[in-house]
């Protein structure tokens, strides 16, 4: 197997899963671990991750439990602060299906009077998402990717909803179970902002982190900013190789319909033109857009008119009668845009036949509440040569 490109971050280091001792272990195979919490113990059988986070390890359960599985996961740190935030949002979504379950927290001394930090969390049959799409080398059905991605949409919704940021979305943090379903964990750099303006980032996987942030562009992570990273996961998993991000030149050669095209180019694309939270993304993947449709206008004067798609004349010369006619006419939709004559599609549109850039930012605009009248050609030369 490759080197995992998921290893690489600014600060820290995070991976689970395909990944390479570097130092001393925390734990050696066979050894015996107990919660004084709960008081179960548990046997480590073999290292399968190691990051920035510290170590995680494939453990069994010895003794009883109703709660806790046979089969677990080990997580172990020297670093609290990471700990503790993963063992806060253990509990506030103990109770969600597409988040990995924290079974048990506790500290332990060891003999050297260092203190480690112990996680017992699910394990996840298949691995992390990065490594199944490397096994499998295929990408999933439309259907299917659509509701693993509003799976793990629906825990940052949560997390949306309560002003946290998760900022680590990547394909070795999102874990594969039986179904396959995909469920999300790893809170160890969630943050809180205290306003919509966000928090200021530091911490970030280079692979996935939007390139603006990344060169320092805006000075904030927001919300959008994690939709970019679900963007991210949901190309990657139609495409079927997690191995390398999705550029918006990528979108148009994905495997799905136009319309979850226009989703992962709208989530990867222009940052101001994202969706601008988990619950705009989801309601996206379930409520398609309504159909581009012509509509009726009596006369051009005085509207501000776009033009989009390939025209049967030359487009200066259509600029130039809309102009004759009255209108105001703009390079691009924008908020002041009330008609947009659309001539033939072009076949190397972002996102497929409805997905060219004008037309995306059309349907943008009408979620927003702008109303803007759509035309064909033949309307536009009809009212053009009305005076």
């Known amino acids: 197997m490759p080197r995992n490109p998921w290893t690489a971050t600014t600060r820290t280091t995070r991976s689970l ?37 510290g170590q995680v390890y494939l453990a069994t359960r010895v003794g009883h439990s109703s709660v806790v599985p046979e089969t677990v996961c080990l997580k172990v740190s020297a670093r609290i602060d990471g700990w ?30 260092s203190v480690i930090y112990y996680l017992v969390l699910e394990f996840a049959q298949h691995g992390d998402l990065s490594a199944y799409l490397y096994r499998e080398e295929k990408g999933w059905p439309e259907r299917t990717v659509r509701r693993e991605i509003a799976g793990i949409l629906d825990v940052l919704r949560k997390l949306h909803r309560g002003q946290l940021l998760h900022r680590d979305l990547t394909p070795v943090n999102v874990f594969v179970c039986d179904g396959p379903h995909l469920k999300l964990g ?29 060169a320092r562009a805006v000075p904030k992570w927001q919300a959008r900013d994690d939709v970019y990273q679900v963007g991210q996961l949901l190309g990657m998993l139609i495409r ?73 004349r030359r487009r200066r010369d259509a600029i130039a009668a809309a102009k004759r006619a009255g209108a105001v006419v703009h390079g691009m939709p924008s908020a002041r845009t009330t008609v947009v004559v659309r001539g033939r599609p072009n076949v190397q549109q972002a996102a497929g036949r409805e997905g060219g850039l004008k037309l995306m930012e059309i349907k943008r605009l009408r979620e927003k509440g702008h109303r803007i009248t759509l035309l064909n050609e033949a309307q536009f030369w009809r009212l053009a040569a009305k005076r």
């Not at 991000?245 to 994202?274: A, Q, T």
């Open 17 to 53: 899963h395909i990944a390479r001792p570097r130092g001393d272990r925390f734990l050696e195979p066979g050894q015996l671990v107990e919660s004084p919490e709960t008081h179960l113990r548990y046997r480590t059988q073999r290292l399968i991750g190691e990051g920035g986070f």
């Open 84 to 113: 503790l935030r993963e063992a806060y949002f253990g509990r506030l979504l103990d109770d969600h299906p597409r988040a990995i379950r924290v079974f048990d927290t506790f500290p332990h001394m060891r003999a050297d009077g």
């Open 186 to 214: 790893d809170f160890g750099i969630v943050r809180q902002q205290s306003d919509g303006r966000g928090i200021t980032a530091h911490t970030m996987n280079a692979m996935t982190a939007p390139s603006d942030i990344l």
């Open 240 to 312: 079927g190789n997690a191995q390398q991000r999705i550029r918006p030149n990528d979108v148009r050669r994905l495997s799905c319909s136009d319309h979850l095209k226009e989703i992962v180019y709208r989530c990867i694309g222009e940052r101001r033109k994202r969706y601008e939270s988990a619950e705009e993304m989801i309601e996206a993947l379930r409520n398609p857009p309504a159909e581009l449709k012509a509509g009726v206008l009596r006369t051009l004067k005085g509207v501000h008119l776009a033009f989009t798609g390939i025209l049967s």
